[in-house]
């Protein structure tokens, strides 16, 4: 009966008789897969069952978020970059942050009694790369990063109708107002403006500049490196022959793309910067280094030596310490090398890096988030970009405590100087390029006023102003370029500066006030007290002005996005990406 029960469990076909030992082997792996896949058939039922359990447990969770989808990396650079320039080997892809940008965090400015600090003094700014920030935020539905929000950048963006100086020894004259303030009823603006000189173009120096370019896998997006080729091809195109250009490029290396090629070949100049490809990480430390010496090796004295910065400011290899990084741009400086920075990008912008670089090269900073950015920047103020007129420019205004009982700078904070840095030619202070206007606004509150914030002295003594009626003291230093030693312009500010109701101001003084008090409601400052966007928009609308290129319209559209974008969550960086 076994035998017989054996020769049933074989598969046909299997000569029994002739081959037991064989048939028998068969028979017993026969058995071990049977007893395998009944115990895989086990597991599954049993996971199977854990699955549905789980499940069921999980049914009213709400889904995980999918990740972020990967971006490639394109490889090399270019063609004719040296071997050394080459990125490393690259995974084949890698996770990008949702928004890693930094921007750097600075309280807004206090009130201060005229009493104890009557003197304010800093550096005047003629960045604008926090407009930029600003617009692409609003332009993305959601209100920008109130640290990415400077009042100064914002207002000093737009073209004012200041005065020009009669010529370039005397490079600016200041023009001064004071009105209501928009957002208090019981203070007033004190409203002064600059407009530097104007060169004509046959007589603007020979210009030295560097493209130092940033082509690591980061700048591998649309609004990134393509765009900064057709930004740059701009600029080539307002090259005079005496101009040279050369080209650095920087990811996993340095090296140089382009030797100092005069601007009247362009094709040559256009051509280095056609063949850049995204891939690789950020040497950005070490391609300053390469470019400030490609800029020191055909030094134009007497002509404009920079160094043009294009980046997203997202520096990992190299020079990476932000302190060191500006110790190295102030010593370039010194030698006569100067530094401007370009921002491309809105998810990995590295603005604290690139403000504090910019300042220390004695460059001004923009941010690039459209072409009509890079045509303002590259063909309409172009000589304000590139050609200097007045460097270390400095303001100190003095209060006459007999009329104004407190004041704030509104803006600024990154520029404050001490008292005595004023007179103090050593101290390093913010230039003005050909054609620049620069705008400083201060909240003052007069003596009697019910906006007063502090509360009288009961043990105090009455102060008395020795200059009768006059409201502040405007005093300005400059050097000229090439010089050491600093020129003083100074202005009394008086009753006469004064207008009483602020319809009836200029145009330009009144947009500038909305863009001051829009600029304040997007960073949340503690000062701003009956205003509204309904309200700078209708400042805004009414006050554009000829326009001519249509910024102030632009800006008319971003305050109602801020308008309707002000109850959502604004785009803050992750935890730890401020500086």
Request: with cysteine; glycine share 8%; hydrophobic share 40%.
């Amino acid at each position: 009966m076994r035998a017989q029960r054996f020769i049933a469990l074989l598969p046909e076909g299997v000569p029994m008789k002739r081959d037991f030992g064989r048939a028998l082997a068969i028979l017993l792996s026969t058995g071990a897969i049977m007893a395998v896949a009944a115990c895989e058939n086990q597991a599954i039922k049993q996971q199977v069952q854990t699955d549905d359990k789980v499940k069921a447990d999980n049914r009213n969770a709400p889904p995980p978020a999918a990740p972020p989808p990967p971006r490639l990396a394109k490889g090399v650079l270019s063609e004719s970059v040296v071997a050394a320039m080459r990125a490393p080997s690259q995974p084949t892809g890698y996770w990008q942050p949702a928004n890693t940008s930094k921007f750097s965090h600075s309280a807004p400015n206090a009130v201060k009694l005229v009493t104890d600090d009557p003197v304010s003094t800093f550096s005047i700014d003629v960045d604008t790369a926090s407009y930029g920030v600003v617009r692409d935020a609003l332009s993305n539905g959601a209100m920008p990063p109130a640290d990415a929000v400077r009042v100064e950048e914002m207002v000093n963006y737009f073209d004012y109708a200041y005065p020009y100086p009669q010529d370039r020894n005397v490079p600016f004259r200041a023009s001064v107002a004071v009105y209501p303030t928009p957002w208090n009823r019981g203070t007033k603006i004190l409203h002064v403006g600059i407009k530097g000189f104007d060169l004509p173009k046959a007589k603007r120096p020979a210009a030295n500049l560097v493209f130092l370019i940033d082509t690591s896998g980061s700048m591998d997006e649309p609004n990134k490196l393509p765009l900064l080729k057709r930004a740059f091809r701009l600029l080539v195109d307002q090259l005079s022959p005496q101009d040279t250009v050369g080209v650095v490029a920087y990811a996993g290396s340095a090296g140089v793309v382009l030797e100092p090629t005069p601007g009247s070949k362009k094709e040559k100049i256009l051509e280095a910067l056609d063949r850049l490809e995204a891939g690789g990480s950020t040497a950005g430390g070490e391609g300053i280094r390469l470019a400030y010496q490609l800029a020191e090796a055909n030094m134009i004295r007497g002509g404009v030596n920079r160094v043009l910065l294009a980046t997203d400011g997202d520096f990992n290899v190299g020079i990476t310490d932000p302190n060191a990084l500006e110790s190295f741009v102030v010593g370039e400086r010194d030698k006569g090398v100067e530094l401007s920075c370009l921002g491309f990008g809105n998810d990995n912008y590295n603005d604290a890096m690139m403000q504090k670089i910019a300042q220390a090269g004695n460059g001004n900073a923009a941010f690039i988030d459209t072409l009509n950015e890079a045509h303002k920047v590259f063909v309409d103020q172009v000589a304000g970009t590139l050609f200097t007129i007045a460097k270390d420019v400095k303001i100190q205004v003095e209060f006459n405590p007999a009329r104004v009982a407190e004041y704030r700078l509104i803006g600024y904070e990154t520029r404050l100087l001490n008292r005595t840095d004023f007179n103090n030619d050593k101290v390093d202070a913010g230039d003005i390029g050909s054609g620049h206007t620069v705008t400083a606004l201060y909240e003052i509150t007069p003596v009697g006023s019910k906006a007063q914030m502090s509360d009288p002295l009961r043990y105090g003594h009455k102060m008395r102003g020795d200059a009768g009626a006059e409201l502040a003291f405007l005093k300005i230093r400059y050097k000229l370029p090439g010089q050491t030693t600093s020129h003083l312009i100074t202005r009394a500010i008086t009753p006469a500066d004064e207008t009483q109701d602020f319809a009836k101001l200029p145009a330009d003084l009144r947009f500038a006030a909305s863009v001051a008090g829009s600029a304040q409601l997007m960073r949340h400052d503690p000062y701003i007290k009956d205003f509204t966007f309904d309200r700078a928009i209708s400042i805004a609308s009414a006050s554009k002005g000829e326009d001519r290129f249509g910024y102030r319209a632009e800006f008319v559209q971003l305050l109602r996005l801020a308008k309707t974008s002000a109850g959502l969550k604004p785009l803050e960086p992750p935890p730890g990406a401020q500086e």
